[in-house]
């Protein structure tokens, strides 16, 4: 049985940082990747890699503030959130993939839970 388990998530002030972690379980993945939804908005894309890390995708919003990592011998994938701005705030999930990393939210396969990050002003 195939499992995304998300940890890492809380709450900082803006300016901090953050590091998400998510595990997956029962299969290998090519592409691992991060989508958040804020209260009373639709999921969105935050970034994803391949399992070489030869592909690496960022939305605009976070690009140069988030780097995306993954430890394929924990079969693990990270995302480290730095400067940290109150408009982060919103539900992680981690999803994966057999293909090749996309934006696109409905080419994954697989979903974690969900890990909370709030980032208060």
């Known amino acids: 049985q195939v499992q995304l388990v998300e940890s890492g998530g809380g709450s900082v002030q803006a300016g901090g940082s953050l590091r998400l972690s998510c595990t997956a379980s029962g299969r290998t993945f090519n592409a691992m990747g991060w989508f958040r939804q804020a209260p009373g908005k639709e999921r969105e894309f935050v970034a994803a890699?391949?399992?070489?890390?030869?592909?690496?995708y960022y939305a605009n919003s976070v690009r140069g503030r988030f780097t995306v990592s993954r430890d394929n011998a924990k079969n693990t994938v990270y995302l480290q959130m730095n400067s940290l701005k109150p408009e982060d705030t919103a539900v992680y999930y981690c999803?994966?993939?057999?293909?090749?990393?996309?934006?696109?939210?409905?080419?994954?396969?697989?979903w974690g839970q969900g890990t909370q990050v709030t980032i208060s002003s």
């Open positions: 999803a994966a993939r057999y293909g090749s990393p996309t934006i696109l939210e409905n080419m994954y396969e697989y």
């Open positions: 890699i391949a399992r070489n890390g030869g592909s690496i």
